[in-house]
């Protein structure tokens, strides 16, 4: 129960954010997270309450302020209060639906729990594969409507940005309400169907494979193609006279690569179209797309301009790889200095198999990332910026669900969170649009006093364990499709 209410007949106003929704009995708000029980408004979901056992281990990193660190990683509390189920109080001069004592290690400690309600929030997806998604900048759009756009790409990786408050706000109604259904539904570990504009469609689900163009990617690259070079010019030695590997980015040629080079690899003659950036590094020797190394080449030998006849000789062999080792293909040059396809010696095979070996599996990593820099901290303390500080001296530790935050330099409480190693569906949202995520706050007790805090609201730990579900901690989302 709680008392975010006013009752008008046998409706109940919910007053828990801006929408302010009249709830009829047995009925639920605009956002499914409260709704008109037998005259009291409830939060619909429970209130989650993480408890570290013995067999779980611990993951997160020991709090600063609790005193020294012992150097074991399992340290802090074995009962931690989260925010999901914690509800939200509005306007934000409230203190925070819960506010919980807890002792670590002697030391009194406070959290302040509350489901933060995010106007300012986006998801930042890591998509782990060399096949083009798009231009740089290329609008992304989610059942039609644009949600974000590709940023610049990682190694072995491609970016999207998604969500931020222009388009929650500052589009149409339709933009804004998709943009938020789609940032919940990756924060919360669902499967969603991406296109981009210019490039291709992308099936994007935290911590799984990505699917792109209706293809699942399996493997992570083991480096651009001079990386390759580098890395396996010497298992290439005496076996094959020349290599080239495939890369949208930085295409190697081991003959002119200094690894050939300081392995004494003779010149073969070889050509190759793009621009040379330094030896035996290409730059753009095709256009990008979802063929060989992320290239729009279906044949490799697209790439080669003509042998040199001074230096190349008949007989000669060349193997040609992609970054991944997915695709591979064996030549040997004919009387006209002709590349010619042929049987993959069993040694390259191996080297082949290697690559892909050294691949990572491919991912799709999903972080959330919002400000808490707002009015949220009023919740928390008559005199936000010190919470800011806090925050920022270290004495205050910001977790979301749980989970360990990484909070940005600079002005305000802006944080990301990976989204796995968040419990399932700890994500909401309201229909302003925004979305609604858990967000805690741990300090001393006596420096949470020093801060201004809400003390007269502090309760203990006990008064929550009979209403809470508890949940193992560490926690983490279940993937979707593979139960529990
Ligand atoms: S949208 Fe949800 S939180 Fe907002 S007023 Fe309606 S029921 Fe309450």
Redesign the pocket.
Known sequence: MTD?SSAVADKIR????????Y?KPGA???????ANHQGELVRVDPHIILERTVSHGGRLVPFQASGDWDGKIVHGPSTFVTAIGAG?T?PDYKPAPFIVASEVDGVDMVTVVTEGIFSYCGVKVKIDTDRYLGPETAIVRSDGEAVGHVTTSEYGSQMLSLGGVHHLTGGSKKEGRVTCDTLMDLSNGKAVELAIDGGASVVVQAGRAPIVNGVREERMRVGCGSATIGMFAKQWRGKVDEVVVVDDHITGVLSEHQAGKLLDIPDTGIKMKGRRSTPGRYFQVAEPGTGWGGTNISDPLDILGPFDPKTARPGLSMLMVSTTGEHAGYYRLDEGLRPVEAEMPDALKQSVERIQENCEPALCTVLFMAGAGGSLRAGVTENPVRLTRSVKDALTRVTSGGAPVYVWPGGGITYMVDVTQMPANAFGY??TPALVAPIEFTLKLSDYAALGGHMDYVRPLSSLKDTAEILPWPAKAPIAGQGG
Request: charged share 15%; net charge negative.
């Open positions: 975010t919910c007053d828990a954010c801006p929408v302010m929704c709830i639920a708000g605009a956002c499914d997270r409260y939200t509005y309201v229909p």
